[in-house]
């Protein structure tokens, strides 16, 4: 699974440091829309102050939004960009205040009625966080699971408290949490609790939250679940059993056994007397805790259980799953109903008064009838059955067997009432009760379609990065196929539905241009990531990017003017503030604002063939009405994520790694390899043509063939040693530095193409095919040749011959 990339902080200082990453998150043209599948809900009824009622929607694609609902209507009214991973879990506490938490290891608070502001980033988790429970009558509580058996539980009151300025070396080393601005506060220990459910206190910081470390879980954590006055926590996941826990101690009351899969979903009453649990073997669980037993077992569903929601009175549950089915189950009566099947597997489940939201792993959000003040309306429509008590894989197992069916309850109820049952009762709460749906026979929903849906856009699950480096083809769960310009962040061609296998081909070009970036879709859009020094191997010249006003032979850095065009809004926003200061000195902008790093020559090089302006190429310009999203980290705070547009001029080395802001400002580039090809230049077998050369040549990797035509045509038509090869073996004006390729020739820098003006003709052609037809394109670079022709590892040799009657 992925994972943001950060510095490495090695006490080792032989060991090479691995620098920060930046990435940015590509949106297409709706970004009011989730973009992946939605793994939380939570709904927020009207209060006093605004009197709207609100759907919180947290997704795979990094984002949550709030939206404002109406009768039959929907709207996106925020936003709320900060994690930098998949969003697992979202709960409400207190009057306006929304706790999310995500694969990014982080939890974070948001104020409901803001326009998407985040208040405070709480780490204490080491690895994914996938699961909250919050306490309704103590608004402050909030407990947390994740991956590797971690469960905290949070005074958020507490938490979000602003603390007083911790000391240099305090900031400088680690934080417990960053609000919204990315300011820094201390991280704190944990009390920890041992094998002998003891609490014991390990403060690595004298100040600061402390929140409460629930110990006891040897695997990781996927449910959570409190009573409303916040006395009783209960956890479950892939060790099998629930866990029973005293939240204000952290120790743990009792275990409790019966589920052969993993826990995936779990319910509390209010009272905290009885608890439902949803697991991967398709069942659901009632136990009583004050006799801590299992009560009555469901077998509704024919897969894994993944959402849990009861009506208010406890009495009755929705359930859904892997099996892509909403289920109804009178807990009293083991009555159950299929209430509608749907595409995709239900993750979880919002009772909203008469309605239930279900997220799925879909973009979009279905809301179905549920007659929740009233479930019973939904029974008397007809065609509910028994619920069993075993799970259909046993079941099946058991019929399948040398078991009798006599030994069973088989139970047929097909719709409008006209069904047969066949009843064997011989032990009726040891033997398996089954639908025959399970067997083949179709059951049919109550309900056909939802009665309103939260439209998603299809998200990214195929891509393909083509050899040009600068466009990828991507292909979305909807089957549309689309080719991305990256370096502008747009898509430049909708193909529609159609073979991306067959696209992929015929978008193939002969051109070899060095990965300068990598991509990943995780987030159901496109991600693409910028590692230094790799990100910098990659020039073009800009003829090629048909940049005007530019010499066509001046070399541009791709991984640069990307950084520019990502990071112009905010360095407008910066000049805004120190612009008076900067215009006072003489120089816009310089190394000293933005660093305290001390950057060596020795690290770094300065890129002479550009100006070191903010000047975007039209190549470049990202789009500002879907702008791209920054996720990235600086020196302190941990990763975050953010809209370029958004970005306030502010942010410094704290909130970017310093080689990007080193790139933009001061044009400075880290030392690169690869950049350069080494060749051998030779006539083909039987030419009598020669030219003055000294061995092993070396150019830039991007040269052109024709660069090479006119270096053979000036050797051999003028006789001007002091204008041969240089004492290294490069090529005069063509090694690097500012005047490169300038000294090839004047002639070569007018309109017609250069190859056009030779005389006599000369051909370049790679592996010595003097006997053969094909000659290299003159617009084929030394690096695709390399690649595509020689295809050795040895140093490249071209040969060239004179075309006689051209």
């Excluded at 047969?420 to 109550?446: A, D, H, W």
């Amino acid at each position: 699974m992925h994972r943001v990339g950060s510095a490495g902080n090695n006490s080792n200082s032989t060991r090479p440091r691995k620098e920060k990453r930046l990435t940015y998150v590509l949106n297409d043209a709706d970004d009011t829309k989730h973009c992946a599948g939605i793994n939380c809900l939570s709904v927020s009824k009207s209060s006093a102050s605004d009197g709207c009622n609100y759907l919180f929607t947290g997704s795979r694609d990094g984002t949550l939004k709030r939206w404002t609902l109406a009768e039959d209507a929907a709207s996106c009214s925020a936003t709320l960009e900060s994690h930098v991973d998949w969003v697992n879990d979202a709960v409400i506490t207190g009057d306006n205040t929304l706790v999310s938490c995500s694969s990014d290891t982080t939890l974070k608070t948001w104020n409901c009625l803001s326009g998407g502001t985040c208040t405070r980033t709480l780490r204490q988790h080491s690895d994914y966080v996938t699961c909250l429970a919050a306490a309704e009558k103590n608004s402050n509580l909030v407990a947390s699971g994740g991956l590797g058996g971690e469960v905290f539980v949070w005074d958020i009151e507490a938490a979000v408290t602003p603390l007083s300025k911790p000391s240099d070396a305090m900031e400088e080393d680690c934080s417990n949490g960053v609000n919204g601005s990315g300011n820094s506060l201390p991280i704190t220990g944990l009390r920890t609790i041992s094998s002998s459910n003891s609490i014991s206190a390990h403060t690595i910081q004298s100040h600061g939250y402390v929140p409460t470390a629930v110990k006891g879980h040897k695997e990781s954590v996927y449910a959570l679940a409190m009573n409303d006055s916040g006395t009783l926590l209960v956890s479950g996941g892939t060790e099998k059993v629930v866990r029973v826990w005293d939240p204000r101690t952290g120790l743990k009351t009792m275990k409790l056994r019966g589920h052969t899969d993993n826990i995936r979903a779990l319910l509390l009453d209010s009272t905290g007397r009885f608890c439902l649990s949803g697991s991967s073997d398709s069942m659901i669980r009632l136990w009583d805790l004050g006799q801590q037993r299992c009560v009555h077992s469901y077998a509704v569903h024919t897969d894994s259980v993944w959402a849990l929601a009861s009506t208010p009175t406890f009495n009755h549950v929705y359930s859904g799953g892997r099996d892509l089915s909403l289920y109804l189950t009178d807990l009293a009566t083991r009555e159950s109903l299929l209430l509608c099947t749907g595409e995709h597997p239900i993750l979880q489940l919002a009772l909203h008064d008469d309605n239930i939201w279900a997220a799925t792993t879909d973009s979009s959000v279905h809301r179905w009838p549920a007659e929740g003040r009233n479930p019973q309306k939904v029974f008397q429509r007809g065609g509910s059955f028994l619920a069993g008590n075993l799970s259909f894989s046993r079941a099946r197992v058991s019929l399948e067997g040398s078991t009798p069916v006599s030994n069973s309850i088989l139970l047929c109820s097909l719709c409008n009432g006209g069904c047969c049952m066949l009843l064997f009762l011989l032990f009726p709460l040891e033997i398996p009760v089954l639908k025959l749906n399970s067997f083949g026979v179709s059951k049919v929903p109550v309900y056909k379609e939802p009665t309103f849906t939260i439209p998603g856009t299809p998200g990214i699950v195929q891509h393909e990065i083509l050899n040009n480096r600068r466009h990828v083809l991507t292909k979305d769960t909807a089957g549309l196929v689309k080719l991305w310009e990256i370096t502008r962040g747009v898509v430049v061609e909708d193909y529609g539905k159609v073979s991306f296998e067959e696209k992929k081909e015929q978008l193939f070009e002969m051109v070899s241009i060095p990965a300068w970036f990598t991509v990943d879709t995780r987030l159901g859009s496109l991600s693409v990531h910028l590692d230094t020094p790799q990100c910098f191997s990659a020039e073009m010249y800009s003829a090629d990017l048909q940049i005007a006003g530019k010499p066509e032979d001046d070399k541009v850095n791709l991984a640069r003017e990307t950084l520019k065009g990502l990071l112009a809004h905010w360095l407008a926003k910066r000049r805004q503030k120190v612009g008076s200061q900067a215009s006072a000195n003489g120089d816009v902008l310089s190394g000293k604002d933005i660093t305290t790093r001390s950057l060596t020559h020795s690290r770094i090089e300065v890129d002479g063939n550009v100006e070191n302006d903010s000047m975007v190429y039209p190549p470049f310009e990202f789009s500002t009405v879907s702008p791209p999203s920054i996720i990235t980290e600086g020196s302190q705070g941990g990763p975050w994520r953010k809209k370029i547009t958004d970005l306030d001029g502010t942010e410094d080395e704290k909130d970017f790694p310093y080689w990007c802001l080193d790139c933009v400002l001061n044009n400075r580039l880290p030392p690169r390899e690869n950049t350069k090809c080494s060749f051998y230049l030779h006539p083909c077998e039987g030419s009598a043509v020669q030219i003055l050369t000294q061995g092993k040549l070396s150019a830039p990797r991007i040269l052109r063939i024709h660069k090479v035509v006119n270096y053979v045509v000036e050797k051999m038509v003028f006789d001007k040693p002091s204008d041969g090869v240089n004492s290294d073996g490069t090529f005069p004006g063509l090694a690097g530095g500012p005047l490169q390729h300038s000294a090839v020739g004047d002639s070569f820098r007018s309109g017609l193409k250069p190859w056009q003006k030779i005389k006599p003709s000369i051909e370049i052609l790679c592996n010595n095919q003097a006997n053969s037809n094909t000659v290299l394109s003159p617009e084929m670079s030394l690096a695709t040749v390399r690649a595509y022709v020689w295809k050795k590892p040895e140093d490249l040799v071209l040969n060239y011959r004179v075309v006689q009657g051209k």
